[in-house]
């Protein structure tokens, strides 16, 4: 059965170069979003349901329910999904789910995504640079320089109208709907150290999710990147759990 990854901010496919070869399912294929190391359409408006509706017409390609696997954004996507259109998703995995809660707030590091300031000081430097801020930040350096590769003027005008689309309460509104996610298996993955959702906010909404919780202590947001081979075990092990049916 086919399994789909999808990444986030601000990110390409190459960020999942450490964990894809140990998964033990498969095809795997790597689903990136527009701007995020992929052409933007045209007319592409980059809000939360733009991209729901762009994951629901790749899925749609398989003719049958895949193994969904998102992070950061990629992990919202996923969920998006997993709420609305289940009958495309064998299973997901989410490492973000904490966004949905209802008393989520998003932190000020992450606001400034939404400036043009913070994203031309992504972009403007040389690759290099990038992807030493990366690295700095907890991606594995093998894949912070082809990541860094693929940030762009199209990924920064993404960033800019995703996040200031995504502002409360578009999320809190998203979460009233969080229990639909149950329809299908899930499994909410927390990193200890990533902590753009409190504990709290993360646990509570896997419950509402009906998602199983994967706690990996001491690794961060790049969790998969850090340490791929525990990063596989967990997913692999849930997927065991689903079955291969």
């Known amino acids: 059965m086919t399994v789909c990854l ?14 894809a070869p140990l998964l033990d399912r498969g095809p795997v294929v790597r689903l990136s979003p527009p701007g995020f190391g992929a052409p933007v359409p045209p007319q592409f408006t980059a809000t939360v349901e733009e991209y729901r509706r ?6 749609a390609h398989f003719g049958q329910p895949v193994h969904l696997v998102g992070h950061d954004w990629g992990g919202a996507h996923v969920v998006n999904v997993a ?5 495309l998703v064998r299973s997901w995995v989410c490492d973000v789910i904490g966004l949905f809660d209802q008393d989520f707030q998003w932190p000020d590091r992450v606001q400034v995504w939404a400036t043009e300031e913070a994203v031309a000081a992504m972009i403007d430097p040389p690759v290099t640079e990038r992807a030493a801020a ?14 860094a590769e693929g940030q762009n003027a199209a990924m920064g005008e993404c960033i800019l109208r995703l996040y200031r689309d995504a502002a409360q309460p578009t999320m809190a509104e998203l979460g009233r709907n969080l229990e639909r996610a149950a329809a299908r298996p899930g499994l909410s993955v927390i990193a200890t150290e990533d902590s753009y959702a409190s504990s709290e906010q993360r646990r509570r909404a896997s419950a509402r999710a009906g998602a199983e919780i994967a706690e990996l ?6 969790w998969f990147t850090q340490d791929p081979q525990r990063g596989a075990a967990t997913i ?7 079955g291969r049916e």
């Not at 762009?54 to 899925?59: A, D, I, M, R, S």
């Not at 202590?217 to 790049?222: A, C, P, S, T, V």
């Not at 692999?236 to 689903?242: E, I, T």
């Open 6 to 19: 999808v990444h986030g901010n601000p990110e390409t496919a190459a960020v999942w170069n450490r964990l």
């Open 54 to 59: 762009w994951l629901v017409t790749e899925l």
């Open 83 to 87: 709420m609305t259109r289940p009958e």
């Open 134 to 147: 990366l690295a700095q930040k907890g991606m594995h350096e093998d894949v912070a320089l082809p990541v």
């Open 217 to 222: 202590d001491g690794l961060g947001h790049w």
């Open 236 to 242: 692999n092990d849930f997927w065991a759990g689903v």
